[in-house]
């Protein structure tokens, strides 16, 4: 399938203009969420840190290995589906989706531990910063891996076009970008 696009326009950026409108905001709506918690840390600093020490940064570190990994492998599926190569640009489809899915398993993990401990929704300023950025990022990846899914779908089916392939990775990258601003705000810095 020939793509006729001339990628060097600004009005045709990979994944399209649509797409790179969503992650600008969505990027401002987590910039403006982190920003807050920030605020809100500087007017109660103990109970922060406190609160903060009880989240398992391995956990988060992990966490982002899986997504900078299944990043990387989302953008080798881009340029081996520029090679026309379908098998191997469906393989690293399925390798980032792999890496959302272990994710999700461990932040699933990481969840139940919160709330065995009593540290839900509700807890204090600083778990309900936790859970609301975490779990809008949660849904993000969910949404990702519906995307990927479609692709492969597509991808099977030769219905798909290169920019369908790009507007999901422009999405899946978004998601790790919001990650690497999460991490170490919430499980690092405060």
């Given at each position: 399938?020939?793509?006729?696009?001339?990628y060097?326009?600004?009005?045709?950026?990979?994944?399209?203009?649509?797409?790179w409108?969503?992650?600008?905001?969505?990027?401002?709506?987590?910039?403006?969420?982190?920003?807050?918690?920030?605020?809100?840390?500087?007017?109660?600093?103990?109970?922060?840190?406190?609160?903060?020490?009880?989240?398992?940064?391995?956990?988060?570190?992990?966490?982002?290995?899986?997504?900078?990994?299944?990043?990387?492998?989302?953008?080798?599926?881009?340029?081996?589906?520029?090679?026309?190569?379908?098998?191997?640009?469906?393989?690293?489809?399925?390798?980032?989706?792999?890496?959302?899915?272990?994710?999700?398993?461990?932040?699933?993990?990481?969840y139940?531990?919160?709330?065995?401990?009593?540290?839900?929704?509700?807890?204090?300023?600083?778990?309900?910063?936790?859970?609301?950025?975490?779990?809008?990022?949660?849904?993000?990846?969910?949404?990702?891996?519906?995307?990927?899914?479609?692709?492969?779908?597509?991808?099977?089916?030769?219905?798909?076009?290169?920019?369908?392939?790009?507007?999901?990775?422009?999405?899946?990258?978004?998601?790790?970008?919001i990650?690497?601003?999460?991490?170490?705000?919430?499980?690092?810095?405060i």
């Amino acid at each position: 399938m020939e793509n006729k696009v001339d990628y060097k326009s600004i009005y045709y950026p990979p994944g399209g203009m649509l797409m790179w409108i969503v992650v600008f905001l969505e990027l401002i709506t987590f910039g403006m969420s982190i920003i807050a918690l920030l605020m809100s840390s500087k007017n109660n600093p103990e109970q922060f840190h406190a609160s903060s020490l009880y989240l398992n940064a391995t956990y988060g570190a992990i966490n982002t290995v899986f997504l900078l990994v299944s990043g990387f492998f989302m953008a080798t599926a881009v340029r081996q589906f520029k090679k026309n190569n379908t098998e191997k640009s469906l393989r690293y489809i399925y390798l980032t989706m792999l890496g959302g899915i272990l994710f999700l398993v461990l932040k699933s993990i990481e969840y139940m531990h919160k709330i065995d401990l009593g540290f839900t929704l509700g807890y204090d300023t600083f778990f309900n910063f936790y859970w609301l950025l975490t779990g809008f990022h949660v849904i993000h990846i969910v949404v990702g891996l519906v995307i990927l899914l479609s692709l492969q779908y597509s991808i099977k089916k030769s219905t798909v076009m290169l920019e369908d392939i790009e507007a999901g990775a422009a999405f899946w990258h978004m998601c790790d970008l919001i990650w690497l601003l999460l991490f170490p705000v919430l499980y690092l810095v405060i």
